[in-house]
């Protein structure tokens, strides 16, 4: 996808710095499109969710500038908020009150005229299948209806503009590829703009038009999945011999493809020069040599490939260190803001 | 919708939230009334010797007390009120309603509407009991309503008290540990004896600087004496005074907490 269409969110040098803490973000430029669905992909503690606040007008930057969609983050903070939706990490949501009750809340506050407000909030939860559990209490929902609801919410004024800060953290399978149907149906039918923030390779992957990757408050690469991995290069392919006996004699016909590269004990792994298209040859090769198989893969370069090439580091795994945890909903640092 | 409006159907749908909040907190709404008629059931019966004490203003030592379970309740609306907005607060429920077009005043006012609330019912509850067991009503129909405002009056202060200690902190369990520190107060006041009748020269003079003394001497004056302009002018002075400080100091809070730009 294009960003040279009109930038939903633009953010230059964007700087967050925490009381006695490192900066959680460390100038961060963005460039996201209108209809674009942008996945921010990086470990706990990478600057994902601070990036979120700043760009909802939560907290403000340190230095630097964003706009969303339009408006500057700083200076226009209502107008901001009226183009946006924002689902922050963990379903915010009162478990003492239905989802009914949520949602005639949230129309009530965004303004909906009185006789909108029942019937966008019944066609919102009835959009993301939670209808028939309206009227029951959020603190018995499952973690996915939370989190469903907890996007119904986020819709209510029609935003342009949708934030989703790890929105299927915790959430079964089947939850996540509902909740990723939802998002890819708004973005196409409906050309709102998401801004992802995940530490899930395969939702970046699956859902995302680009993915921004971020490690310690900075994005070390940018692009769309297929290109961030093909930067990073070919494919590998890794051979179990059979017989153990038989693991030198079956380097040196894979080693005939590409290089020698990371592997299990009872594996050989080589990077094909050639692409994936030379694993044909491969298996003719090794059908020559007489050498039998026990199992044979081929390794498309994943996103978290493209990680480990880009920081040294595997994304499973690279958490927040000690005093970089991002802020938690709600506990903010405190600071002096405009009257609300 | 014009600015009045949305701010009316704010603090309306908030208001709702906060009642429905609290009706459905039986754990949060059973203490609150079982607790302070608790005292008030041992306290008139172990202390009404005190009466024959030279002085004591009423034979009935329920009439005499039946104004601080008044006190109590509304100290329980700094627990529920504080705790819930501490709640929302760690649940990132704040930010959610940070995120709509809420104006501060709204947020505040909808948070007090649960305690104002339970206040009232407590308030019903005290003065029936205090009925049932024979009190004295002396300033009357009148009294009663007048006893009715200022109980929530206090119950607004200290609603808003809560309010502000949650946006201070943030946390729930410091707005928990507020409690015990605020019935110290309850308990170096006039709330058990007149303070001309405290011997201990301390404590009579550290009740004559607290401010709940003249919330309850206010309230007593209506069930012992009838209409007594000093003790209520001082009664309703001091509580509207706290109500306005801690109104004030939570909205500069709520200010600092929301540092939406």
């Given at each position: 996808?294009?960003?040279?269409?009109?930038?939903s969110i633009?953010?230059d040098?964007?700087?967050?710095?925490?009381?006695?803490g490192?900066?959680?973000?460390?100038?961060?430029?963005?460039?996201?499109?209108?209809?674009?669905?942008y996945?921010f992909?990086?470990p706990?503690?990478?600057?994902?969710?601070?990036?979120?606040?700043m760009?909802?007008?939560?907290l403000?930057?340190?230095?630097g500038?964003?706009?969303v969609?339009?408006?500057?983050?700083?200076?226009?903070?209502p107008?901001?908020?009226?183009?946006?939706?924002?689902?922050?990490?963990?379903?915010?949501?009162?478990?003492?009150?239905?989802?009914?009750?949520?949602?005639?809340?949230?129309?009530?506050?965004?303004?909906?005229?009185?006789?909108?407000?029942v019937?966008?909030?019944?066609?919102?939860?009835?959009?993301?299948?939670?209808?028939?559990a309206?009227?029951?209490?959020?603190?018995?929902?499952?973690?996915?209806?939370?989190?469903r609801?907890?996007l119904?919410?986020?819709?209510v004024?029609?935003?342009?503009?949708?934030?989703?800060?790890?929105?299927?953290?915790?959430?079964?399978?089947?939850?996540?590829?509902?909740?990723?149907?939802?998002?890819?149906?708004?973005?196409?039918?409906?050309?709102?703009t998401?801004?992802?923030?995940?530490?899930?390779?395969?939702?970046?992957?699956?859902?995302a038009?680009?993915?921004?990757?971020?490690?310690?408050?900075r994005?070390?690469?940018?692009?769309?999945?297929?290109?961030?991995?093909?930067?990073?290069?070919?494919?590998?392919?890794?051979?179990?011999?059979l017989?153990?006996?038989?693991?030198?004699?079956?380097?040196?016909?894979?080693?005939?493809?590409g290089e020698?590269?990371?592997?299990?004990?009872?594996?050989?792994?080589?990077?094909?020069r050639?692409?994936?298209?030379?694993?044909?040859?491969?298996?003719?090769?090794?059908?020559?040599?007489?050498?039998?198989?026990?199992?044979?893969?081929?390794?498309?370069?994943?996103?978290?490939?493209?990680?480990?090439?880009?920081?040294?580091?595997?994304?499973?795994?690279?958490?927040?260190?000690?005093?970089?945890?991002?802020?938690?909903p709600?506990?903010?640092?405190?600071?002096?803001?405009?009257?609300? | 919708?014009?600015?009045?409006?949305?701010?009316?159907t704010?603090?309306?749908?908030?208001?709702?939230?906060s009642?429905?909040?609290?009706?459905?907190?039986?754990?949060?709404?059973?203490?609150a009334?079982?607790f302070?008629?608790?005292l008030?059931?041992?306290?008139?019966?172990?202390?009404?010797?005190?009466?024959?004490?030279?002085?004591?203003?009423?034979?009935?030592?329920?009439?005499?007390?039946?104004?601080?379970?008044?006190?109590?309740?509304?100290?329980?609306?700094?627990m529920?009120?504080?705790?819930?907005l501490?709640?929302?607060?760690?649940?990132?429920?704040?930010?959610?309603?940070?995120?709509?077009?809420?104006?501060?005043?709204?947020?505040?006012?909808?948070?007090?509407?649960g305690?104002l609330?339970?206040g009232?019912?407590?308030?019903?509850?005290?003065?029936?009991?205090?009925?049932?067991?024979?009190?004295?009503?002396?300033?009357?129909?009148?009294?009663?309503?007048?006893?009715?405002?200022?109980?929530?009056?206090?119950?607004?202060?200290?609603?808003?008290?809560?309010?502000?200690?949650?946006?201070?902190?943030?946390?729930g369990?410091?707005?928990?540990?507020?409690?015990?520190l605020?019935?110290?107060f309850?308990?170096?006041?006039?709330?058990?004896?007149?303070?001309?009748?405290?011997?201990?020269?301390?404590?009579?003079?550290?009740?004559?600087?607290?401010?709940?003394?003249?919330?309850?001497?206010?309230?007593?004056?209506?069930?012992?004496?009838?209409?007594?302009?000093?003790?209520?002018?001082?009664?309703?002075?001091?509580?509207?005074?706290?109500a306005?400080?801690?109104?004030?100091?939570?909205?500069?809070?709520?200010?600092?907490r929301?540092?939406?730009?």
């Open positions: 996808m294009s960003v040279s269409r009109v930038a633009e953010a040098g964007l700087v967050r710095e925490f009381k006695k490192p900066r959680a973000v460390d100038g961060i430029d963005l460039r996201i499109a209108s209809g674009e669905i996945g992909l990086g706990n503690g990478a600057g994902k969710s601070t990036t979120t606040l760009l909802t007008t939560l403000p930057p340190t230095a500038s964003a706009r969609g339009g408006y500057d983050v700083v200076k226009q903070g107008q901001v908020r009226g183009v946006i939706g924002a689902a922050l990490q963990e379903a915010a949501l009162d478990p003492l009150l239905t989802g009914s009750e949520h949602m005639r809340l949230q129309t009530a506050l965004h303004g909906l005229p009185r006789e909108e407000r019937t966008r909030g019944a066609e919102l939860l009835e959009r993301v299948g939670l209808a028939e309206a009227e029951r209490k959020v603190g018995g929902y499952s973690g996915g209806m939370k989190r609801l907890d119904a919410l986020a819709l004024h029609r935003p342009r503009i949708l934030f989703l800060d790890e929105p299927t953290t915790g959430l079964d399978i089947q939850s996540r590829t509902a909740l990723w149907d939802e998002v890819s149906r708004l973005a196409a039918d409906d050309g709102v998401v801004f992802l923030t995940t530490q899930y390779l395969e939702e970046a992957d699956v859902l038009d680009r993915v921004g990757i971020i490690d310690r408050g994005i070390v690469a940018e692009g769309t999945p297929a290109q961030l991995k093909s930067e990073i290069g070919r494919p590998s392919v890794e051979v179990i011999p017989e153990a006996a038989q693991r030198e004699a079956l380097a040196a016909v894979l080693e005939r493809f020698r590269s990371e592997a299990s004990s009872k594996a050989v792994a080589v990077r094909l050639g692409g994936e298209r030379e694993l044909a040859e491969v298996v003719r090769a090794l059908d020559a040599a007489d050498i039998a198989v026990e199992h044979i893969q081929l390794h498309a370069p994943s996103l978290d490939d493209v990680f480990l090439a880009k920081t040294g580091r595997s994304l499973e795994g690279a958490g927040a260190e000690p005093g970089e945890a991002e802020p938690r709600g506990a903010l640092e405190a600071e002096s803001g405009a009257a609300v | 919708m014009s600015g009045e409006r949305q701010l009316a704010q603090v309306g749908y908030l208001a709702r939230r009642v429905v909040r609290t009706l459905r907190q039986p754990a949060q709404v059973v203490p009334f079982v302070p008629l608790f008030l059931a041992v306290n008139t019966g172990g202390l009404a010797r005190a009466t024959r004490i030279p002085g004591f203003p009423t034979h009935s030592y329920l009439t005499f007390v039946l104004a601080v379970p008044f006190m109590q309740g509304a100290l329980f609306s700094v529920n009120a504080g705790t819930d501490a709640r929302d607060i760690e649940s990132g429920f704040l930010n959610r309603l940070a995120l709509t077009p809420l104006r501060g005043p709204a947020l505040l006012s909808g948070l007090l509407a305690a609330a339970l009232f019912v407590q308030a019903l509850t005290y003065v029936l009991v205090g009925l049932a067991a024979g009190a004295d009503f002396a300033a009357g129909v009148g009294g009663v309503g007048v006893i009715f405002a200022l109980s929530l009056l206090i119950t607004l202060g200290f609603g808003a008290i809560g309010l502000l200690a949650a946006l201070r902190t943030g946390s369990e410091a707005v928990q540990g507020l409690f015990p605020l019935f110290v309850l308990f170096l006041s006039s709330g058990s004896l007149p303070r001309n009748l405290i011997h201990t020269a301390w404590f009579r003079e550290v009740a004559t600087y607290n401010p709940i003394s003249y919330l309850i001497e206010a309230i007593r004056s209506l069930l012992i004496s009838g209409w007594n302009a000093q003790a209520l002018e001082l009664g309703f002075g001091i509580a509207a005074a706290i306005a400080c801690a109104m004030l100091a939570a909205s500069a809070a709520l200010r600092s929301l540092a939406r730009t």
